[in-house]
């Protein structure tokens, strides 16, 4: 069988879906207040296109796939593409990134998916009108209800942090202190140019190093050996059930060994977060494509994935970065 292997020697096993580009949120350092312009229905695959598309990967070598959007269940009827996935035998894990506002009522389940392990809970401020002030939206209650649920149940449940110069960076430790009782990962992500209108100055961006360095202010943290392709470095504070991770998504320090790829709501195929997207999936297949045409194609768009990000950063045929995380895929 072939297998996704890049001109760099990396095996591509991991696939980052997104479902759709809305969301019901309006987070500051993800699209501007009055939202982005969302691309009509007909333009979006349907989850028919989806399941296909991750079968072809799947007889490829991939065996792990994140669904997020903008928020995947906005989407109507995505549970039912979840259960449709979960009969991929093929497929090892499925994991979900949500914002938490719209789960807590589909909760059971998700937890009698077997192949849904991890559920990513993006919340940014443990402080409600701060949060409200991130997001936009006054919906903190529902979602650390959200939080409270998962962190009960049996899926394994990250927080993901996106860290903000002058909003949530005096929050850091109070979500470090949530790992002393709670088997949870929480995970920082320094914050990326993708908003959306390509305004927001990230001279002051809280990097790894210094995320790190607020964290051991406080903690006496021991690194925690990564697993290959890790998005992240890990940590555990002394006494500590849960751990700590920091994702340098903007320094770009862990693009080594990267065994991912993307495909946005709209079908578009990217190697790389940074890069232009390389493909449009959708026409291809709307066009007549066979399962066989679509292995070829991934054969060959993997051996045109850049060595790192700041490679695909240089190759973007954009002079700014004005997308949105909504339409890139989370």
């Known amino acids: 069988m072939h297998t996704l292997l890049d001109s760099f020697g990396r095996q591509i096993n991991y696939v980052r879906l997104a479902v759709t580009d809305r969301c ?19 333009e979006l695959l349907t989850y028919k296109e989806m399941y296909r598309i991750i079968r072809v990967l799947t007889e490829l070598g991939v065996n792990k796939v994140r669904l997020t959007g903008g928020e995947p269940f906005v989407r109507k009827d995505f549970i039912g593409f979840l259960e449709m996935l979960s009969y991929n035998d093929l497929l090892d894990t499925i994991n979900v990134t949500t914002n938490g506002a719209l789960v807590s009522k589909h909760l059971e389940k998700l937890e009698s998916l077997k192949k849904i392990k991890n559920i990513n809970l993006s919340i940014d401020s443990l402080q409600e009108e701060k949060f409200k002030t991130i997001t936009r939206r006054d919906v903190f209650p529902e979602v650390y209800k959200t939080f409270e649920l998962l962190e009960k149940s049996s899926l394994n449940l990250k927080l993901n942090v996106v860290v903000q110069s002058g909003f949530n960076t005096d929050e850091i430790n109070d979500f470090v202190r949530l790992t002393k009782e709670k088997n949870i990962a929480v995970r920082f992500i320094e914050e990326m140019p993708f908003n959306g209108s390509g305004q927001r100055d990230l001279k002051e961006n809280w990097n790894f190093k210094r995320i790190l360095q607020e964290i051991q202010s406080q903690f006496d943290v021991e690194e925690i050996p990564a697993k290959k392709s890790s998005t992240s470095r890990n940590y555990q504070a002394k006494n500590h059930l849960g751990t700590v991770g920091i994702i340098p998504a903007f320094t770009r320090t862990i693009c080594n060994d990267c065994n991912r790829i993307r495909i946005t709501s709209t079908g578009t195929f990217k190697n790389c977060l940074f890069d232009d997207g390389v493909f449009n999936l959708r026409d291809f297949i709307r066009n007549g494509a066979s399962n066989n045409d679509l292995k070829e194609l991934f054969l060959s768009l993997v051996k045109e994935k850049p060595e790192n990000g700041f490679v695909a950063e240089a190759n973007r045929k954009k002079g700014n970065v004005s997308e949105s995380m909504s339409t890139i895929g989370g």
């Open 24 to 42: 019901n949120l309006r987070c500051q350092y993800c699209m501007p207040a009055h939202g982005i312009d969302i691309v009509p229905r007909k």
